[in-house]
């Protein structure tokens, strides 16, 4: 009896644990209990991993748009730059429309006695200084930026010989003038378009430009479902020399809007001038 008893004790002592089932770990808990680690795997989530799928691609919901690029007109010539709803709008260029010489005098004598001075505009009720000098001449009043220049019928001769010139080259009639005189490159206008309701229905713009080359920017209105967003609108750059001329005609001004740039830190010399092809209502440029 002693002899199983001490056999007993001796296997029990020695005996060899049986062996885990494979890929599995014991995790020992307060209750000393082995718990299969495979059993607790979704109580932390494991389980809902899945594999990544491969790439797939989606159409966008927009389709892909590309900003139009920039047109440069730079010879002499008549361009339909749009059609519309509202009729073409029509520009033509007279790059040396005045010769060097010519432009260089009349220049020096615009500089010297036109009657400048700095208008005064509003803007959301705050009162600001153009940054530009202007003068006026029509026989009526001219009002925009919320502020009106008085009618003025005495034109200066020089004027006078120029809307002559300007008249028998376009075969139209002009009545008024705004003359701009961009003293460095700190003076500007900004993006707008001569639509005034006093100009009446598609005014025609002639742009006169005196001093150093400038570039003249056109950009189209954008379509009512754009909400104002200009970024994919047509682009038109015209450089404008020393004595050129450019004529906006049609629906020019319903459907595009101007910015003249200043594109020097410091001029020289730089005015525009525009006149207005009707007989009985003011316009300027």
Not at 87 to 110: C, H, I, N, Q, Y
Not at 187 to 194: A, L, Q, R, T, V
Request: aromatic share 10%; charged share 25%.
């Amino acid at each position: 009896m002693s002899d199983k008893r001490q056999r007993a004790r001796v296997q029990g002592s020695w005996a060899k644990q049986s062996p885990k089932p494979s890929g599995q770990t014991g995790i020992a808990l307060k209750n000393n209990q082995p718990v299969n680690a495979a059993a607790t795997v979704g109580s932390w989530g494991f389980d809902n991993e899945k594999t990544p799928k491969a790439f797939e691609f989606h159409q966008p919901a927009k389709p892909v748009r590309e900003v139009p690029p920039e047109r440069v007109i730079e010879q002499a010539g008549e361009y339909d730059i749009s059609y519309g709803p509202s009729g073409v709008s029509r520009l033509r260029l007279l790059p040396g429309f005045l010769s060097t010489e010519e432009a260089d005098w009349m220049f020096s004598k615009l500089l010297a006695e036109l009657p400048w001075s700095q208008k005064t505009n509003y803007r959301e009720g705050e009162a600001y200084e153009e940054p530009r000098l202007t003068c006026w001449y029509g026989e009526l009043p001219y009002t925009y930026g919320r502020s009106t220049m008085p009618s003025n019928s005495q034109w200066h001769p020089v004027l006078e010989t120029l809307r002559t010139a300007v008249e028998q080259a376009t075969g139209c009639a002009f009545n008024s003038l705004l003359c701009n005189l961009y003293r460095d490159g700190h003076d500007s206008i900004g993006w707008h378009s001569d639509d005034e309701a006093s100009l009446g229905a598609k005014p025609t713009i002639a742009s006169l430009s005196l001093g150093d080359t400038r570039v003249f920017s056109l950009r189209k209105q954008p379509p009512p479902e754009e909400n104002g967003d200009y970024t994919y609108v047509e682009r038109i750059r015209v450089p404008l020399t020393h004595g050129a001329l450019l004529l906006m005609e049609g629906a020019t001004q319903d459907d595009w809007q101007m910015l003249p740039e200043t594109t020097k830190q410091y001029f020289s010399k730089q005015s525009t001038a525009g006149m207005r092809a009707t007989k009985n209502l003011p316009d300027k440029l």
